[in-house]
Protein backbone atom coordinates (compact mmCIF):
# COMPACT_ATOMS: atom_id res chain seq x y z
CA UNK A 1 0.00 0.00 0.00
CA UNK A 2 0.71 3.86 -1.16
CA UNK A 3 2.17 5.15 2.99
CA UNK A 4 0.26 7.89 3.77
CA UNK A 5 2.75 10.69 3.65
CA UNK A 6 4.27 9.69 0.08
CA UNK A 7 0.84 9.75 -0.99
CA UNK A 8 0.17 12.85 0.07
CA UNK A 9 3.27 14.36 -0.98
CA UNK A 10 2.89 12.78 -4.86
CA UNK A 11 -0.37 15.35 -4.96
CA UNK A 12 1.49 18.36 -4.08
CA UNK A 13 4.00 17.76 -6.66
CA UNK A 14 1.29 17.61 -9.00
CA UNK A 15 -0.02 20.72 -7.95
CA UNK A 16 0.26 22.42 -4.66
CA UNK A 17 -3.17 22.91 -3.90
CA UNK A 18 -4.11 19.34 -4.15
CA UNK A 19 -4.42 17.70 -1.05
CA UNK A 20 -4.96 13.78 -1.33
CA UNK A 21 -5.81 11.63 1.36
CA UNK A 22 -5.55 7.75 1.47
CA UNK A 23 -8.72 7.53 3.56
CA UNK A 24 -8.60 3.31 3.81
CA UNK A 25 -6.95 0.46 2.82
CA UNK A 26 -8.74 -2.52 1.69
CA UNK A 27 -6.81 -5.83 -0.01
CA UNK A 28 -10.29 -6.85 -1.09
CA UNK A 29 -13.02 -5.10 -2.27
CA UNK A 30 -15.29 -3.34 -5.02
CA UNK A 31 -16.19 -0.29 -6.03
CA UNK A 32 -18.69 0.24 -3.57
CA UNK A 33 -16.30 1.10 -0.86
CA UNK A 34 -14.97 4.27 -2.15
CA UNK A 35 -18.48 5.32 -4.31
CA UNK A 36 -19.77 4.80 -0.32
CA UNK A 37 -17.78 7.41 1.00
CA UNK A 38 -18.79 9.60 -1.59
CA UNK A 39 -22.58 8.95 -0.80
CA UNK A 40 -21.62 9.62 2.68
CA UNK A 41 -20.15 12.76 2.44
CA UNK A 42 -22.61 14.49 -0.23
CA UNK A 43 -24.88 13.08 2.55
CA UNK A 44 -23.30 14.54 5.28
CA UNK A 45 -24.86 17.45 7.31
CA UNK A 46 -21.80 19.79 6.58
CA UNK A 47 -23.63 20.59 3.15
CA UNK A 48 -26.52 22.88 3.08
CA UNK A 49 -30.31 21.14 2.55
CA UNK A 50 -29.91 21.50 -0.83
CA UNK A 51 -26.34 21.55 -1.22
CA UNK A 52 -26.53 24.44 -3.41
CA UNK A 53 -25.94 28.61 -3.51
CA UNK A 54 -26.23 31.36 -5.93
CA UNK A 55 -23.99 33.12 -7.95
CA UNK A 56 -23.72 36.62 -8.72
CA UNK A 57 -25.91 36.54 -12.14
CA UNK A 58 -28.64 34.04 -10.42
CA UNK A 59 -28.06 30.57 -11.52
CA UNK A 60 -27.87 28.39 -9.01
CA UNK A 61 -24.70 25.96 -8.54
CA UNK A 62 -24.47 23.24 -6.50
CA UNK A 63 -21.55 20.97 -4.83
CA UNK A 64 -19.98 18.52 -6.95
CA UNK A 65 -17.89 15.71 -6.60
CA UNK A 66 -15.87 13.12 -8.58
CA UNK A 67 -15.22 9.35 -9.29
CA UNK A 68 -12.32 8.89 -10.36
CA UNK A 69 -10.36 5.23 -10.32
CA UNK A 70 -7.63 3.05 -11.43
CA UNK A 71 -9.43 1.73 -14.93
CA UNK A 72 -8.39 -1.54 -16.41
CA UNK A 73 -6.56 -2.38 -13.35
CA UNK A 74 -8.90 -5.67 -13.32
CA UNK A 75 -8.42 -6.54 -16.62
CA UNK A 76 -5.12 -4.79 -18.31
CA UNK A 77 -4.28 -4.44 -21.84
CA UNK A 78 -3.34 -2.02 -24.36
CA UNK A 79 -6.99 -0.15 -24.79
CA UNK A 80 -6.75 0.55 -21.51
CA UNK A 81 -4.54 3.44 -20.80
CA UNK A 82 -5.95 5.96 -23.44
CA UNK A 83 -9.79 5.02 -22.04
CA UNK A 84 -8.84 5.48 -18.68
CA UNK A 85 -7.33 9.03 -19.81
CA UNK A 86 -9.96 9.79 -21.70
CA UNK A 87 -12.54 8.89 -18.58
CA UNK A 88 -10.29 10.98 -16.51
CA UNK A 89 -10.09 13.92 -18.45
CA UNK A 90 -13.79 14.32 -19.54
CA UNK A 91 -14.93 14.27 -15.86
CA UNK A 92 -12.68 16.48 -14.82
CA UNK A 93 -13.01 18.69 -17.98
CA UNK A 94 -14.09 22.34 -16.80
CA UNK A 95 -17.20 21.58 -18.67
CA UNK A 96 -17.88 18.61 -16.30
CA UNK A 97 -16.95 20.46 -13.18
CA UNK A 98 -18.72 24.00 -14.23
CA UNK A 99 -21.48 23.04 -16.72
CA UNK A 100 -22.21 26.58 -18.30
CA UNK A 101 -25.88 26.18 -17.56
CA UNK A 102 -25.99 24.16 -14.09
CA UNK A 103 -28.30 21.69 -15.49
CA UNK A 104 -26.53 18.34 -15.30
CA UNK A 105 -26.96 15.91 -12.64
CA UNK A 106 -23.50 13.74 -13.75
CA UNK A 107 -21.28 14.61 -16.33
CA UNK A 108 -18.77 11.89 -18.29
CA UNK A 109 -17.69 11.31 -21.04
CA UNK A 110 -20.28 8.82 -22.34
CA UNK A 111 -23.29 8.64 -20.80
CA UNK A 112 -25.38 4.85 -22.30
CA UNK A 113 -29.11 4.12 -22.25
CA UNK A 114 -29.45 1.23 -24.40
CA UNK A 115 -27.64 -1.28 -21.69
CA UNK A 116 -29.47 0.73 -18.92
CA UNK A 117 -28.60 3.89 -17.63
CA UNK A 118 -24.58 4.68 -17.22
CA UNK A 119 -21.44 5.93 -17.93
CA UNK A 120 -19.03 3.52 -19.05
CA UNK A 121 -16.04 3.12 -17.67
CA UNK A 122 -17.98 4.86 -14.19
CA UNK A 123 -15.81 8.02 -14.45
CA UNK A 124 -17.88 11.31 -13.48
CA UNK A 125 -18.49 14.49 -12.09
CA UNK A 126 -21.61 14.91 -10.25
CA UNK A 127 -24.46 17.68 -8.13
CA UNK A 128 -24.12 16.51 -4.56
CA UNK A 129 -27.94 17.15 -4.72
CA UNK A 130 -28.51 14.29 -6.96
CA UNK A 131 -26.32 11.65 -5.75
CA UNK A 132 -28.54 12.60 -2.06
CA UNK A 133 -31.03 10.72 -3.59
CA UNK A 134 -29.44 7.78 -4.55
CA UNK A 135 -29.28 4.33 -2.60
CA UNK A 136 -26.66 3.89 -0.36
CA UNK A 137 -24.14 1.43 -2.49
CA UNK A 138 -23.65 -1.14 -0.06
CA UNK A 139 -22.82 -4.80 -0.96
CA UNK A 140 -26.11 -6.59 -0.15
CA UNK A 141 -28.03 -3.46 0.80
CA UNK A 142 -31.18 -2.32 -0.99
CA UNK A 143 -29.65 -0.68 -3.91
CA UNK A 144 -28.66 -4.41 -4.73
CA UNK A 145 -31.65 -6.00 -3.36
CA UNK A 146 -33.78 -3.89 -5.71
CA UNK A 147 -31.80 -3.89 -8.70
CA UNK A 148 -31.62 -7.74 -8.30
CA UNK A 149 -35.34 -8.03 -8.22
CA UNK A 150 -36.40 -6.07 -10.95
CA UNK A 151 -33.86 -7.59 -13.73
CA UNK A 152 -35.61 -10.83 -12.60
CA UNK A 153 -39.11 -9.30 -13.42
CA UNK A 154 -37.52 -8.30 -16.89
CA UNK A 155 -36.10 -11.81 -17.63
CA UNK A 156 -39.74 -12.97 -16.75
CA UNK A 157 -41.52 -10.78 -18.68
CA UNK A 158 -39.22 -11.22 -21.34
CA UNK A 159 -39.60 -15.00 -20.71
CA UNK A 160 -43.66 -15.02 -21.49
CA UNK A 161 -43.22 -12.59 -24.70
CA UNK A 162 -44.40 -9.17 -23.12
CA UNK A 163 -40.85 -7.19 -22.94
CA UNK A 164 -38.46 -7.37 -25.50
CA UNK A 165 -35.15 -5.81 -25.43
CA UNK A 166 -32.12 -5.03 -28.29
CA UNK A 167 -29.30 -6.73 -26.54
CA UNK A 168 -27.95 -9.48 -29.04
CA UNK A 169 -26.46 -11.15 -26.29
CA UNK A 170 -26.63 -11.92 -22.15
CA UNK A 171 -23.79 -10.05 -20.64
CA UNK A 172 -23.40 -9.23 -17.03
CA UNK A 173 -22.00 -6.01 -17.96
CA UNK A 174 -25.58 -4.78 -19.66
CA UNK A 175 -28.08 -5.19 -16.86
CA UNK A 176 -25.95 -4.31 -14.09
CA UNK A 177 -25.13 -7.66 -12.19
CA UNK A 178 -22.54 -8.72 -10.46
CA UNK A 179 -19.55 -6.11 -9.94
CA UNK A 180 -20.62 -4.44 -12.76
CA UNK A 181 -23.93 -3.38 -10.97
CA UNK A 182 -22.06 -0.44 -9.52
CA UNK A 183 -21.43 0.66 -12.98
CA UNK A 184 -25.27 1.59 -13.01
CA UNK A 185 -25.52 3.56 -9.74
CA UNK A 186 -25.21 6.91 -10.47
CA UNK A 187 -27.67 6.85 -12.79
CA UNK A 188 -30.31 4.99 -11.12
CA UNK A 189 -32.42 7.33 -10.23
CA UNK A 190 -35.47 8.37 -12.47
CA UNK A 191 -34.83 12.20 -12.21
CA UNK A 192 -31.24 11.82 -13.55
CA UNK A 193 -30.62 14.61 -15.92
CA UNK A 194 -26.85 13.30 -17.45
CA UNK A 195 -24.42 15.18 -19.73
CA UNK A 196 -21.63 14.06 -21.72
CA UNK A 197 -18.54 15.33 -23.56
CA UNK A 198 -18.43 12.63 -26.70
CA UNK A 199 -20.09 13.03 -30.14
CA UNK A 200 -22.61 9.88 -30.75
CA UNK A 201 -20.20 8.54 -33.07
CA UNK A 202 -17.05 7.95 -30.67
CA UNK A 203 -17.37 4.43 -29.13
CA UNK A 204 -14.85 2.50 -27.26
Known sequence: A???DEFSNLCRQ???RLDCR???HYNNATE???LTSLHEFCSSHDH???SSHHTNNGTSTSTRVAYLHSKGS???HEKQRPWRRELTASSLHPNCINPPDDACDVCGAQHYTVWGSMFPGNMWTAKCSYVRKLLP???GGEYEIRREASIGEFFLLRAEGVLQNTLAFHQDVFYGLDRYQWEHWVGSHPSLVPCELHS?????
Open 2 to 4: FPP
Open 14 to 16: LHP
Open 22 to 24: RMR
Open 32 to 34: SVT
Open 48 to 50: DDD
Open 74 to 76: FHA
Open 137 to 139: PVE
Open 200 to 204: PRVSF
